[in-house]
T-cell receptor
Framework: EDQVTQSPEALRLQEGESSSLNCSYT??????LFWYRQDPGKGPEFLFT???AGEEKEKERLKATLTKKESFLHITAPKPEDSATYLC???????????FGQGTRLTINP | KAGVTQTPRYLIKTRGQQVTLSCSPI?????VSWYQQTPGQGLQFLFE???????NKGNFPGRFSGRQFSNSRSEMNVSTLELGDSALYLC??????????????FGEGSRLTVL
């Protein structure tokens, strides 16, 4: 069964303090790994898709990387507006559904 | 471009009742997926519809059902509600079946409370 585990569950940082979120996965043939951001009371918002080990994607202060077993979401010099829950999901080859992790709740203090 | 619209946003039901939730996808999107989000289980896939046909289904009991209309709008129904059905129900639309890019566009959800 495809599984996604995210760590830590929650993370508090000071503004400007860089860090990384982890997403470990087991899947029977990876079609894609996806990162989403979810603000309170809102639906998830798509950030990145990664397809193969070694791939990297960047968007503003966020950079996502992928290995054969895990993905990292690196946050550089975060700002309070980066506070949200970050969700990781995988899609297996031949599958249509996304399997999501539990998310990491990130809080950036000013 | 209007986003995914879900109605109602909030509702309260009692055990044994049934509920119907509605989702209007982004114009031009033909695939609609439904997910249940709870604090304990996270986001779990319910089903996906494409061209009015259910193409994929998650591990939920038959009390959970859905349908898609010719204009791509979708509804999901939960019958004989249980306390454990309390959750945020999220609808997501995409251009293609299975969203091979993983880019799903989510609505803000319908928060169901079962008393």
């Amino acid at each position: 069964e495809d599984q996604v585990t995210q760590s830590p569950e929650a993370l508090r940082l000071q503004e400007g303090e860089s860090s990384s979120l982890n997403c470990s996965y087991t899947v029977s043939g990876l079609r894609g790994l996806f990162w989403y951001r979810q603000d309170p009371g809102k639906g998830p918002e798509f950030l990145f898709t990664l397809y193969s080990a070694g791939e990297e994607k960047e968007k503003e202060r966020l950079k996502a990387t992928l290995t054969k077993k895990e993905s990292f979401l690196h946050i550089t010099a975060p700002k309070p507006e980066d506070s949200a829950t970050y969700l990781c999901a995988v899609q297996a080859q031949g599958a249509q559904k996304l399997v999501f992790g539990q998310g990491t709740r990130l809080t950036i203090n000013p | 471009k209007a986003g995914v619209t879900q109605t109602p946003r909030y509702l309260i039901k009692t055990r044994g009742q049934q509920v119907t939730l509605s989702c209007s996808p982004i114009s031009g999107h033909r695939s609609v997926s439904w997910y249940q989000q709870t604090p304990g289980q996270g986001l779990q896939f319910l089903f996906e519809y494409f061209s009015e046909t259910q193409r994929n289904k998650g591990n939920f009991p038959g009390r959970f059902s859905g349908r898609q209309f010719s204009n791509s709008r979708s509804e999901m129904n939960v019958s004989t509600l249980e306390l454990g059905d309390s959750a945020l129900y999220l609808c997501a639309s995409s251009l293609y079946l299975g969203s091979h890019t993983g880019e799903l566009f989510f609505g803000e959800g319908s928060r169901l409370t079962v008393l």
